[in-house]
T-cell receptor, first 112, second 110 residues
């Protein structure tokens, strides 16, 4: 099992550009999450999904969109990147909310 | 007020020492508690769940105090490899999301 994988690992964008981050899990988990982590602020939830075809907003959803067309994939889109979106993005999944949450290795995004 | 608050540290301790730190949570309707470990520039990983009666996993002991709304983590006989940031995580009844603290940094020195 690969667990949770994220693509790409690093990316530099210019302000106004768009991109999609891909998260894939091979554990048949129902729940998937996108977080961003900034120094001193801990993990903040952007969007999450409780099953294929469902998505919901988290704590900091503005400027991001998501889709969960297949159970194993959760995509995070930035329509028009801003410097404030420079961060480390983590994807995570778990089979149920009381269970261990498994994280991907992260995507380091810089917006100039 | 943040839902989950932690002392950011850092806690600098010598090898072999005991170090302990707390985390407070604001919502009394909580059901699940966890400690995660995060190494520098790596993803968080589950260290241990925290049960109402308290629990141990080797050198690590976690306690839950529902009345005062805090959980604690104690590390005995610290190793250099224990140097990391420890994240306090809470889940509330009926919520699909986890709430993360900002983390407590522990540095163990030789």
């Amino acid at each position: 099992n690969a667990g949770v994988t994220q693509t790409p690992k690093f990316r530099v964008l210019k302000t106004g550009q768009s991109m999609t981050l891909l998260c894939a899990q091979d554990m048949n988990h129902e729940y998937m999450y996108w977080y961003r982590q900034d120094p001193g602020m801990g993990l903040r939830l952007i969007h999450y999904s409780v099953g294929e075809g469902t998505t919901a907003k988290g704590e900091v959803p503005d400027g991001y969109n998501v889709s969960r067309l297949k159970k194993q994939n959760f995509l995070l889109g930035l329509e028009s990147a801003a410097p404030s979106q420079t961060s480390v993005y983590f994807c995570a999944s778990n089979p149920g909310i009381s269970n261990e949450q498994y994280f991907g290795p992260g995507t380091r995004l810089t917006v100039t | 007020r943040k839902e989950v608050e932690q002392d950011p540290g850092p806690f600098n301790v010598p090898e072999g020492a005991t170090v302990a730190f707390n985390c407070t949570y604001s919502n009394s309707a909580s059901q699940s508690f966890f400690w995660y470990r995060q190494d520098c520039r790596k993803e968080p990983k589950l260290l241990m769940s925290v049960y109402s009666s308290g629990n141990e996993d080797g050198r690590f002991t976690a306690q839950l105090n529902r009345a005062s709304q805090y959980i604690s983590l104690l590390i005995r006989d610290s190793k250099l490899s224990d140097s990391a940031t420890y994240l306090c995580v809470v889940n509330y009844v009926g919520d699909y999301k986890l709430s993360f603290g900002a983390g407590t940094t522990v540095t163990v020195r030789a």
